[in-house]
Structure formats: structure tokens, C-alpha cells
């Protein structure tokens, strides 16, 4: 979405960054990136706010395509920290 700074094109292989951080604001507050290039640089720029605290219900993922022919297919792979960042972390933050 153009709105988080992701863009509003995709395509195969894209990685969505997010940085998430709990104690930001009241209920904490996340960036969003696609391919390493934030939309608001989590080093030095506040984050959207989350409306409700995540740390008790979780975050989930939703994927929104459409096309004129009304049928998609989408794949989505989540990246843990186990497999290493895909990109450069920004500073002052760590992989969780």
C-alpha cells in the first residue's frame, strides 16, 4: 500500500520489511519497506501507530489482490530470524 511506503506494484520475489516496536507510542508502532527501501526510516522517523496492543493479540498478515479477470494467486513466505536479515537492519534496531 502507498500509503505504508511499500508501493502499489508487487512482483514475484519482493521482500516486505517490517519493524515493529512495542514500546512506541500507546500501542507501539510499525514501519513498513519493500525490497530494503523504507517508507518512514525506522533510524529516525516515527511509525504508524498500532490501534490495538499486538503483544497480546499478534499481528497477521493479509494479502490483497485483484485483478479484471477477478482470479489471483499468491504465495507468501515469512522469513524468521533464524534465516538472517534480508536486508541491512536499521540502525538502533535488532532482529527478533
Known amino acids: 500500500d502507498t500509503t505504508y511506503g511499500v508501493g502499489s506494484s508487487w512482483a514475484v520475489n519482493d521482500i516486505i520489511n517490517v519493524a515493529y516496536d512495542t514500546n512506541a507510542g500507546t500501542n507501539g508502532q510499525v514501519w513498513f519497506g519493500k525490497n530494503g527501501t523504507w517508507g518512514r526510516d525506522p533510524a529516525s522517523e516515527t511509525g504508524f501507530p498500532v490501534g490495538t496492543d ?32 534480508q536486508y541491512t537492519i536499521p540502525t538502533g534496531w535488532t532482529l527478533a
Open 54 to 85: 499486538a503483544s497480546s493479540v499478534g499481528f497477521r498478515p493479509a494479502i490483497s489482490y485483484y485483478n479484471s479477470s477477478g482470479s489471483s494467486t499468491t504465495q507468501v513466505e515469512i522469513i524468521s530470524h533464524t534465516q538472517g536479515a
